[in-house]
DNA sequence: CCCTATGTTCCCAA
DNA sequence: CTTGGGAACATAGG
């Protein structure tokens, strides 16, 4: 289940892989996405990422967008091997690009412009504490679910949401207007180190993540509070704790976020 | 059987 | 208009 880290180090493994590369064939396994066409013939110009959403450019100008939702993942395959679950594949003259996604959430599909993917925050990008102070406006949602609103700021997940906001000493029920702009900027110095730090780590393997070439990440050795109910917060002492917040699981400090 | 799950979208209600 | 809740999508694992 991909955030902004795991998808940022799927894009990176990809530029080095498939970029310039042509595709043989591709065929469509599962049939929710026969909308695809065949992209045999077509090269790889270029991959970027977009929040949560994995961008190849082709070189007749179309662009194949993907979006994993909760269980996809892109595995690249030297030898072809089959694999339960998989939706989509491309064979390069390399190897070839599987989609696997037991739950068939992930979509799949060409466009001809990312513009309108490009005008949400990105939080690597120097969005500046003001523009988080700014488009909290008036909004009194907690502030978690501010940091999960896509439409908003494009990339967080519940995982990183939490561990954010524990690094920023936030309670996560905080209305998002009732954050100072100095808080804000907690909130963005917090967002660029546990997300830069992840992507270092080639993400977060609690259960599914693995990357492009099939391996696990290592930062879930760096997770403070996702998934440690009960244990001791490492910056207080206090204990860690587990509650719904907009049907999500969230961890937090009840005594160092405030 | 129960509950949970790193995501998104849609409908409905207040 | 804003926000929250619940369902939907569909499957695996504890």
């Known amino acids: 289940m991909p955030e902004l880290p795991e998808v940022e180090t799927l894009?990176?493994?990809?530029?080095?892989?498939?970029?310039?590369?042509?595709?043989?064939?591709?065929?469509?396994v599962d049939?929710?996405?026969?909308?695809?066409?065949?992209?045999?013939?077509?090269?790889?110009?270029?991959?970027?990422?977009?929040?949560?959403?994995?961008?190849?450019?082709?070189?007749?100008?179309?662009?194949?967008?993907?979006?994993?939702r909760m269980t996809g993942r892109l595995l690249?395959?030297?030898?072809?091997?089959?694999?339960?679950?998989?939706?989509?594949?491309?064979?390069?003259?390399?190897?070839?690009?599987?989609?696997?996604?037991?739950?068939?959430?992930?979509?799949?599909s060409l466009r001809d412009d990312l513009a309108p993917l490009c005008e949400v925050i990105d939080p690597l990008e120097n969005l500046p504490a003001r523009r988080f102070h700014a488009d909290a406006g008036k909004r009194r949602m907690p502030v978690k679910s501010f940091l999960l609103d896509q439409r908003i700021i494009s990339g967080i997940g519940n995982i990183y949401a939490c561990e954010i906001l524990h690094a920023a000493s936030i309670d996560p029920w905080r209305a998002a207007n009732d954050l100072s702009l100095a808080e804000w900027r907690k909130v963005s110095q917090a967002a660029k180190k546990i997300l830069l730090e992840a992507i270092a780590c080639r993400g977060t393997s609690i259960s599914d993540w693995r990357d492009l070439f099939g391996q696990p990440g290592e930062n879930q050795d760096n997770l403070k509070v996702y998934g440690q109910e009960g244990k001791v917060c490492p910056r207080c002492g206090g204990m860690v704790r587990r509650l719904k917040l907009s049907g999500r699981g969230t961890f937090y400090c009840p005594d160092c976020q405030k």
């Not at 892989?17 to 064939?25: F, T």
């Not at 077509?42 to 970027?48: G, K, N, T």
């Not at 091997?81 to 190897?95: I, Q, S």
């Open 11 to 28: 894009c990176r493994q990809l530029t080095k892989v498939v970029c310039g590369r042509a595709i043989l064939d591709s065929t469509v």
């Open 31 to 68: 049939m929710k996405l026969r909308h695809l066409e065949n992209m045999a013939g077509r090269r790889i110009r270029s991959v970027c990422r977009t929040g949560k959403g994995v961008n190849i450019s082709l070189d007749n100008g179309q662009i194949l967008c993907l979006h994993l």
């Open 76 to 108: 690249w395959q030297s030898e072809p091997v089959e694999l339960p679950h998989m939706r989509w594949k491309a064979t390069f003259e390399e190897g070839r690009l599987a989609l696997i996604d037991p739950r068939r959430f992930a979509t799949l």
